[in-house]
């Protein structure tokens, strides 16, 4: 079987959007939430997840990233959760378009290591691993998905 691959842009349009969180669908291009590539294996299958933050697209792709692991999705928080979060650094998002100026976005994800920015399908994989037996003894952390942008403030 061989591996799709995806083509990423290295930089994007200069482009703005007034309103936060921002649309997806006017943007050029549209961020990319689903890894056709990305196959479950059945990691979450027959665990409930609780996904927040579904405007910024990663919500999205996190979404579509748990369904093919088997997870159903839920609104409704449970006890004796744990608790971690994925920082992700710069990410193809409405968010990026509606927040930043049109000639900072043109350059987006340019000035760090991977030398673009991220796709939102490209962060989901974290949150699986996170959400999944795999992390049964991680609690109380951060996953930085960032491209290799380490910030110190």
């Known amino acids: 079987m061989s591996k799709q691959v995806i083509t990423q842009p290295i930089a994007f349009p200069a482009q703005h959007q007034e309103e936060q969180p921002g649309l997806e669908w006017p943007m050029n291009p549209r961020p990319i939430f689903d890894y056709p590539g990305y196959i479950g294996s059945g990691r979450l299958r027959d665990q409930v997840a609780l996904i927040t933050g579904g405007d910024s697209c990663i919500g999205r792709a ?40 049109p000639e ?47 910030r110190y403030t």
């Open 62 to 101: 996190v979404a579509a990233a748990f369904a093919k692991e088997g997870a159903n999705l839920s609104i409704a928080a449970k006890q004796g959760i744990r608790v971690n979060a994925v920082a992700p650094g710069p990410a193809w998002t409405p968010l990026t378009v509606s927040t930043y100026p």
């Open 104 to 150: 900072e976005v043109k350059f987006w994800g340019t000035n760090i290591t991977m030398g673009r920015a991220a796709q939102p399908f490209e962060i989901a994989p974290a949150y699986v691993y996170l959400a999944a037996n795999d992390s049964v003894y991680v609690t109380g952390q951060v996953l930085h998905v960032n491209g290799g942008k380490i």
